[in-house]
């Protein structure tokens, strides 16, 4: 193997280690932030962070307001 090919698949297992390691975080960070206010909880890879009260409506935990 060259000089190149090796620093190819290193840089891939590096950046497959990144993704491995951001989604086992994202979805327990999510899920850890919002059990405990009753919410319900859903997480994706590409919508992210759901919150919901009823389970119809969905919306993105960044967005949510508690307005007294």
């Given at each position: 193997m060259t000089d190149d090919s090796?620093?190819?698949w290193v840089s891939i297992g590096f950046l497959a280690l990144c993704l491995l390691g951001w989604l086992i975080y994202a979805p327990w960070?999510?899920?850890?932030r919002w059990?405990?206010?009753g919410m319900?909880?859903?997480w994706g890879p590409i919508q992210g962070c759901m919150?919901?009260?009823?389970?119809?409506?969905?919306?993105?935990?960044d967005?949510?307001?508690?307005?007294?």
């Open positions: 090796v620093e190819f960070s999510c899920h850890s059990d405990a206010s319900r909880v859903s919150i919901s009260k009823d389970g119809n409506v969905w919306i993105p935990s967005n949510y307001r508690d307005i007294d």
